[in-house]
């Protein structure tokens, strides 16, 4: 399995504290599906910056560059065109 990592690029600026209703209830959906794969293993690690840009990341393992694009265009968010993703091979090098 390899590494990867996908950052989350929500629509605007301060997202986080304008979301729409409708944001709100896929953003849940999107975060239901990272305990998910955390349950079952895939997922690393996943959360947002903090600040006026508020640019998520997922860390995950998939067994190749289509699993890991297959699995970050299937977020909801990402699906839905509520953000956009950018793919990257990633190596986790030290870890808590």
Do not use: C, K
């Amino acid at each position: 399995m390899a590494e990867w990592i996908y950052f989350i690029h929500p629509p605007r600026e301060d997202f986080a504290d304008t979301m729409t209703d409708e944001e709100q209830a896929v953003w849940g959906v999107h975060f239901e599906r990272f305990e998910r794969a955390l349950a079952d293993g895939t997922l690393i690690l996943v959360g947002p910056t903090l600040g006026s840009t508020n640019t998520g990341i997922a860390i995950f393992e998939a067994d190749d560059e289509a699993a890991a694009r297959r699995f970050m265009d299937e977020d909801p968010v990402i699906a839905g065109g509520f953000a956009t993703g950018e793919l990257r091979p990633f190596r986790v090098s030290l870890l808590r």
